[in-house]
């Protein structure tokens, strides 16, 4: 079956450290593969996404690169601010379908200045 | 402004009173769906729509029912509220199915089953 496993949480950073957030998944086939962040009280905005493997996605500092070999899809960003303190959910098309996503359990980082 | 739109933005309710959560994307969007978001457990898919008059269950559909008479709007009902249905709700949509297509979320709708 089709599953995601990201890191546990919380994250509690300083500003300007770096992020790791560690998320590897289950597939059949050849899924695309997203990040999407919630602010506090807000909906999911798509942060980033890659499509195929050895895709690199990025978006306001934020890489991820799709690692067929280990079925990995990591989240990193170089030096975090305080503004980036969010939810983060890893997520996958089932079937290759990007309207049909599962998802991680997310985690909580919390920048702090 | 595209956007998807949810209402009610939050709801208390009791136990078996039938309730409906109304979602419109203005966004021409094909597909639609409607996922559940509980503490430790990430979202989880409810429903999907591949286009008007076509659903399909995603991975927890019990207790749910959508419609999709029109292409703009995609309603989830709840026949018999249960308190295992307290959740956070977001609808979604996509314009196709395709890798390069994504998903834009709702605000989403806080519901409490009394």
């Known amino acids: 079956g089709n599953s995601v496993t990201q890191m546990e949480g919380p994250v509690t950073l300083s500003e300007e450290a770096f992020l790791t957030i560690n998320c590897t998944y289950t597939?059949?086939?050849?899924?695309?593969l997203f990040w999407y962040v919630q602010y506090p009280g807000e909906g999911l905005q798509l942060l980033l996404k890659a499509t195929k493997a050895d895709d690199k996605g990025s978006n306001k500092g934020f890489e991820a690169t799709y690692r067929k070999e280990t079925t990995s899809f990591h989240l990193e960003k170089g030096s975090v601010q305080v503004s980036d303190s969010a939810v983060y959910f890893c997520a996958l098309s089932r079937g290759g379908s990007n309207y049909k996503l599962t998802f991680g359990k997310g985690t909580l980082l919390t920048v702090n200045p | 402004e595209a956007q998807v739109t949810q209402n009610p933005r939050y709801l208390i309710t009791v136990t078996g009173k039938k309730l409906t959560v109304t979602c419109s994307q203005n966004?021409?969007?094909?597909?639609m769906s409607w996922y559940r978001q509980d503490p430790g457990l990430g979202l989880r898919q409810i429903y999907y729509s591949m286009n008007v008059e076509v659903t399909d269950k995603g991975d927890v559909p019990e207790g749910y029912k959508v419609s999709r008479k029109e292409k703009r709007n995609f309603p989830l009902i709840l026949e018999s509220p249960s308190p295992n249905q307290t959740s956070l709700y977001f609808c979604a949509s996509s314009l196709g199915s395709g890798r390069e297509d994504t998903q834009y979320f709702g605000p989403g709708t806080r519901l409490t089953v009394l």
């Open positions: 597939a059949t086939g050849y899924p695309s």
């Open positions: 966004m021409n969007h094909e597909y």
